[in-house]
């Protein structure tokens, strides 16, 4: 049967309507007029009150399985690699699941740290395992891939973060320091909270082991800037990477929120002057991709994520930067159906739209089936319009994914599987790695516009209120809303699995002389003075928590007031 090349509209998102009027950021002049579907950095939406949509549950769930699969257990986190070196690596994976767990946390379930605390602490655990870093002792002794004058290999070493490898070290140092702050929880600053442990069995002179935590790691992130006069961290061996050295920024911010230090000025100010005076951009306006230390010489970006992940990580720090750029960047790579589907340029396609713009002729280019995906470009495309508050785009994205990409839900799990197929028979972007279907693409639906800069911005307070909060339920069920209004803490929850379920919550920061009322659907369950039982509710006050048992199916408001 002959296959049509056209489709149906494309479903209606959540996203629909929540485009605002874009007003720029002060923190430095713009060049450029960003279009009007960018959300303004200044604008504020309460999301918190939206609660979340079905998908965005589901892909938290997706993110609660990963992380909760035995040690060693990697199902649908496998790539093509096999010595966990390219961009969808288990380290990537794993960072970018944990900003999203953070992100959807800071501004959609602030009063739910339940939810999140216990997947991000799993999430830590796997990134300190041997497989996600092993690679290390290898890379270490460089190549001609990253130093083609190399003429002997250097000794190698074991330790992941001690030297060079930003790539790994900095989502460690950023994930680390994002915990302390949404959690106001500092158990990666204990010394040794951060140790990695090389014990294989068949090799070597007996078990190493090295021990960091948040603070040491900081450090030795902090002087190995300083050492390259602030142009950043290597990755491999003689490579600097824009982007992977945005995310050490980040931790170093965090850092200040924690521990009362002022590095993430510094860095930030002696980062812009450095690459100022270097140069960043290509003769095009685009980022380089790498810069080779030791013959001095940038690498060219191989495809749309050198622009995409670099800005939608940059824009926590330097939003006005990152937001002249987008619109040029944005119409270069974008490639925009009549449907209202968006997916992404190949750089063949790419180069020829410049070449057009350059010559005023017709673009001469405009699909390249030919193309081979091998990287995430689909991902860092939508966590960049997410970041940058395009609703249009974000809202194009996700529907094509969800029309070619094959979404799948396991165990109430939402993810788009691997496929290493590039185009279906008519052009269709179909390839999906590891990275995008299982973090990327739920971080671009849980975040906010500007919710990384938002994050970064805060004064530090994190999500953790001296308000009362979910902080336990036993079984876990799911969290539509958690928020305050007031002195009001509202919660929405269902079951995770048809008919009802029994689960306890615990409820923090009810002290035993508060006075305090508990509905469930508008309809009073217990109060300060009376703890009255049903038969699908108990409450119950245990010191300054309050524990409420209670049969959840369908959702289910609760609504606690205090005074």
Known sequence: MERRCTADPPPRSALEGLKIKINSVEMRKPEMTAPSSLTSAAATVDYAVRGLDDKQLAHLRHIENLANQPDGDWSHMGNADAGQEWVDSYRYQLAMAAYALGLAHYHRLPAAPCVFKPVYEALMRKMLRREVWGYWKDTSQSGMFVNPELTELRKPWIDPVVKENIMYSGHLHAMAGMYAVLFNDDRYAEPGSLTF?????????????????????????????????????????????????????????????????????????????????????????????????????????????????????????????????????????????????????????????????????????????????????????????????????????????????????????????????????????????????????????????????????????????????????????????????????????????????????????????MNWRLERDGMVVGSSDKLPSRDDVRVEQRENTLAVRASIDSPSEFRLTWE
Not at 262 to 273: C, F, G, P
Not at 477 to 489: C, K, M
């Open 197 to 513: 442990n090389h014990a294989p069995i068949f090799w070597g002179l007996g078990p190493e082991k090295f021990e960091y935590d948040f603070k040491k790691l900081n450090e030795v992130i902090y002087w190995q800037m300083v050492e390259s006069g602030w142009l950043g961290v290597a990755c491999e061996p003689n490579c600097v990477f824009l982007v992977c050295n945005q995310y050490p920024i980040l931790g170093f911010r965090f850092h200040d929120l924690r521990h009362q230090t002022k590095i993430a000025d510094e860095a930030t100010q002696s980062y812009r002057l450095a690459w100022e005076e270097k140069g960043m951009l290509d003769k095009d306006g685009h980022f380089y991709m790498f810069l080779l230390l030791q013959q001095d010489h940038f690498v060219d970006q191989a495809s749309s994520g050198s622009d995409s992940w670099t800005a939608a990580a940059m824009n926590a720090w330097n939003p006005a930067f990152v937001r002249d750029l987008y619109p040029g960047h944005a119409a270069a790579w974008f490639k925009r159906g009549s449907d209202g589907l968006v997916s992404v340029n190949p750089p063949s396609v790419k180069a020829a739209f410049l070449e057009a713009k350059k010559s005023g002729v017709k673009q001469s280019l405009t699909e390249d089936r030919t193309y081979q995906w091998s990287s995430p470009d689909f991902g860092y495309a939508a966590i960049w319009a997410s970041e940058l508050g395009d609703a249009d785009v974000l809202e194009g994205m996700l529907n094509h994914a969800d029309r070619y990409m094959q979404p799948t839900y396991e165990k109430g799990g939402l993810y788009y599987p691997r496929n290493d197929a590039s185009w279906d028979e008519c052009g269709n972007m179909i390839y999906m790695d590891p990275l995008s279907g299982n973090s990327l693409l739920g971080y671009a639906r849980l975040n906010v516009p500007n919710g990384l800069m938002h994050f970064y911005n805060q004064s530090g307070r994190g999500t953790v209120p001296s308000k009362p909060a979910l902080i336990d339920m036993v079984p876990r069920i799911d969290v539509v809303r958690a928020y305050h209004e007031g002195t009001q803490l509202i919660l929405t929850l269902r079951g995770r699995r048809d008919g009802p379920v029994e689960t306890t919550l615990s409820i923090s920061n009810v002290g035993a002389g």
